[in-house]
């Protein structure tokens, strides 16, 4: 069909949602925000020791030229004209670290995935070296605790560990970046002048990045003895990076010559799609963990309940850096994909909501999934996850109860964190991610935060919020972020069901299961990496 036949739609954005779990490839129209075509491929993850959580980056980039080849034919399947296309934004896992060589392209070592524990050891190690053992003595800097889950640790454990890695720092030809700066090195050339860089969002979760000055820290590069000329050059959320090339090798080009021109670590993006613009407005995304986000303006605020401060976005150069305050859970949806592929109790993940919707019911069974040890808002990376208050009467049915009801309780946890530091309570919970397509769960977590949950329509949130930032940057200008313009979103309600008192005593029962879960593990039997 000749292209003068197609579909006009005006300006369209393509957006990569490189999650833990999947990579999808997602085209908005930029007027509408409607979504028009997508695809997603599924990721391996690699478990090759205990507490070790790898992925291909290889795979990752395949997965994403896959999915833009895969979602573009779909586009002129519906008769949509691709050149339509007129940017392309980047949401991405944070923390996961990449090493690669930049004069061959090749990753230098599986990429270290946000949840791996490996590095226990090396954050003891470190921890010896701060007065008092001070877990957040970087804080007011980093808006961090010291801790397995952020970049800068697990960077030192590839230097400490892989001979391949420190010869190529000592030859000058290793780059490190988390999956953003890889995708956008590999998909703007690569080896043959791919852009080097990351955006305000992900560099806030390195540890190594000062989230005042927005610039690498000198002193927190010497303190984890990580070279400065290693890291992507930090850039804004919303700025033309640079433009997609051919992928050679893989005969993937549809989008050749777009601007990549938007990037946000995925739980920024998703705060950006939910319009959670105003001081104040709270998002919780329900994926591989669960993320809850508030956005506390151009002040940075510092948690007194464990929770982390981190940048929300910058939406172009010259436009000011917004904060917010972070409540991170390790394992959301990772406890369904955990019953499916460990245990073996269901074939897919939406079995799940039908077993547990068949009994309605825990019947007295808690589950503490602190597989990678516990997250906000305690920080404890010696606990492990525990089913407990097992009878005989307990079957699948009442375990799947438990896995939802967990998602649940660890949502109010740091909510209440959240309610503690901000002083005013959310009056209801606004939430996105692949597991709020899960309407038990979703009723479960209205009954025990007795507030409101309220699910936009369309659930990419992530997908979009990265759409907006590309749309909206200087020399694209195809998407207005003016409060006036942006569309209204079609939502759904859930209401609590259940009285306050049966809630507050399920919670405190949640709260005696997670005391049993703490001081399971030392890092002596966990420690995998190198002793001192």
């Known amino acids: 069909m000749a292209a003068s036949d197609r579909m006009v739609l005006g300006p369209l954005v393509g957006s990569i949602d490189q999650g833990t779990s999947s990579t999808r490839f997602l085209v908005f129209n930029a007027k509408t925000a409607e979504l028009l075509s997508h695809h997603q491929v599924e990721i391996q993850q690699k478990f090759p020791k205990e507490g070790w959580v790898e992925q ?38 944070r923390e996961t670290t990449v090493v690669w060589d930049k004069t061959t392209g090749e990753p230098l070592y599986n990429a270290i995935v946000w949840l791996d524990l490996r590095t226990q050891s090396t954050v003891e190690r470190l921890l010896k070296r701060i007065p008092g053992k001070n877990k957040a003595f970087f804080k007011f800097r980093t808006g961090l605790p010291l801790s397995t889950y952020f970049s800068a640790v697990k960077l030192r454990w590839l230097l400490d560990n892989v001979e391949e ?24 050339g690569g080896k043959n002048g791919g852009v080097h860089c990351t955006d305000v969002t992900n560099a806030s979760r390195t540890m190594l990045f000062n989230i005042h000055s927005l610039e690498w820290d000198p002193e927190l590069c010497q303190f984890f003895d990580i070279p400065m000329e290693i890291l992507p050059k930090v850039r804004s959320s919303s700025e033309i990076y640079g433009l997609m090339k051919i992928c050679p090798s893989l005969k993937s080009g549809a989008l050749t010559g777009v601007p990549i021109s938007g990037c946000l670590g995925d739980q920024s993006a998703a705060l950006v799609g939910q319009m959670c613009f105003q001081d104040g407005q709270a998002k919780n995304t329900y994926g591989t963990g669960c993320f809850l986000l508030c956005n506390t303006g151009q002040k940075s605020v510092f948690s007194e309940h464990g929770l982390l401060t981190t940048i929300a976005y910058k939406m172009g150069r010259d436009k000011p850096v917004c904060y917010a305050l972070e409540g991170s859970v390790a394992i959301a949806g990772a406890v369904v994909r955990w019953l499916r592929d460990n245990l073996g109790i269901v074939k897919t993940s939406q079995e799940v909501e039908k077993l547990a919707a068949e009994v309605g019911t825990s019947y007295g069974c808690y589950f503490v999934p602190a597989f990678s040890g516990l997250y906000a808002p305690y920080w404890e990376p ?7 208050g097992l009878t005989q009467f307990t079957n699948k049915n009442h375990i799947a109860f438990a896995a939802l009801e967990a998602v649940c309780f660890q949502t109010r946890e740091i909510l209440d964190a959240m309610n503690k530091d901000c002083g005013i309570p959310l009056n209801q919970l606004q939430v996105d991610g692949g597991m709020t397509n899960n309407k038990v769960l979703m009723q479960l977590q209205s009954d025990i935060l007795c507030i409101p949950v309220v699910k936009p329509s369309m659930p ?3 997908a979009l919020g990265a759409a907006m930032a590309a749309g909206a940057a200087e020399g694209v200008g195809i998407w207005s972020l003016n409060p006036g313009d942006l569309t209204a979103v079609t939502c759904e309600r ?10 507050e005593y399920r919670y405190a029962r949640w709260k005696k299961a997670v005391m049993k879960s703490m001081d399971w593990e030392t890092s002596e039997a966990a420690s995998n990496g190198r002793k001192d």
């Open 494 to 503: 859930f209401e609590p069901q259940i009285n306050p008192e049966e809630s």
């Open 165 to 188: 890695i420190r010869q190529a720092v000592d030859d000058g030809r290793a780059m490190f970046g988390t999956i953003d700066s890889w995708l956008i090195w590999s998909l703007t």
């Open 56 to 93: 291909d980056p290889k795979e990752i980039l395949k997965s994403v030229h896959e999915c833009v080849e895969k979602a573009c034919e779909k586009l002129q399947q519906l008769n949509i004209d691709i050149t339509n296309i007129k940017a392309i934004g980047v949401s991405n896992q």
């Open 382 to 388: 010696s606990a492990r996850g525990i089913i407990c």
């Open 460 to 462: 990419e949130t992530t």
